[in-house]
């Protein structure tokens, strides 16, 4: 059963999708997903209205798939993942085995768990760690994606280096582009 939220976002969505920006959308972003075309903006603003309803509307979203029901999921958690980070790591393990993009892939990596970074390293790291040995290659993408927080700080340095060092020449072509971005971050906080 759907949900009145999703109903509500999912008529949001169709009265803000724009064929031009679904097209733009599929081009950047290869898949088979469903595209409304929805710009940034207009889906922060729902993630917004929608924020209170935290995890489990958030799951709902996940399971629909759409492209912009996933990264208002996304983005739900971030602004409400901080007040349960055990639920919030518990989902996000569940996130990552629907993963079919780049873009999900990083929204889930970066802003998923950017309200935990500072006090679930430990917990972020061992699932980077886990997830460097997956066979999905969004998983392991996922693994570099996750950890890209810390490469500012020094101290987490040596535990990124062993997940790139794992995955330097990992037949996956987003993976190894991970790994070049991860890279060029680490040089830049030297």
């Given amino acids: 059963m759907i949900s009145q939220q999703l109903k509500e976002i999912r008529e ?3 009265q803000k999708a724009d064929k031009n920006n679904a097209d733009f959308f599929t081009k950047m972003i290869p898949g088979k997903q469903v595209i409304y075309g929805v710009k940034t903006s207009e889906l922060n603003e729902i993630a917004t209205r929608y924020k209170n309803y935290s995890f489990g509307l ?3 979203l996940w399971k629909s798939g759409a492209l912009e029901e996933k990264i208002i999921a996304i983005k ?3 602004k409400t993942g901080k007040s349960d980070p055990l639920q919030t790591l518990k989902i996000f393990k569940s996130f990552s085995t629907r993963i079919d993009n780049w873009a999900v892939c990083d929204g889930l990596g970066m802003q998923f768990l950017r309200g935990i970074v500072k006090t679930n390293s430990q917990e972020i790291f061992s699932i980077a760690d886990e997830f460097s040995y997956s066979e999905d290659p969004w998983q392991r993408r996922l693994s570099l994606v996750m950890v890209e927080w810390y490469t ?3 101290e987490y340095h040596s535990k990124i280096r062993k997940l790139i060092k794992h995955l330097d ?3 996956a072509y987003y993976v190894r582009k991970a790994v070049q971005w ?3 971050n680490l040089e830049k906080g030297k």
Wanted: proline share 0%.
């Fill in 76 to 78: 739900i958690v971030e």
């Fill in 169 to 171: 020449k990992d037949n």
């Fill in 152 to 154: 500012r700080d020094k």
């Fill in 182 to 184: 991860i890279v060029r």
């Fill in 12 to 14: 949001q969505l169709l």
């Fill in 58 to 60: 958030a799951k709902e």
